[in-house]
């Protein structure tokens, strides 16, 4: 199963990614900003 989550780089998008990554789902993050949404996949794999 993949979950599908826009706007993941701030507020409740963000927040979803975050429950689905501790979970261990398999994640499709879509962002206007790459260069946040590269650090953010940094800070999950410091968070899961």
Do not use: H, P, Q, W
């Amino acid at each position: 199963m993949r979950v599908l989550i826009t706007g993941a780089t701030s507020g409740i998008g963000y927040e979803f990614a975050l429950t689905y990554a501790k979970e261990g789902k398999n994640l499709v993050l879509v962002a206007r900003d790459s260069k946040k949404l590269k650090n953010i996949k940094l800070d999950f794999k410091k968070k899961v």
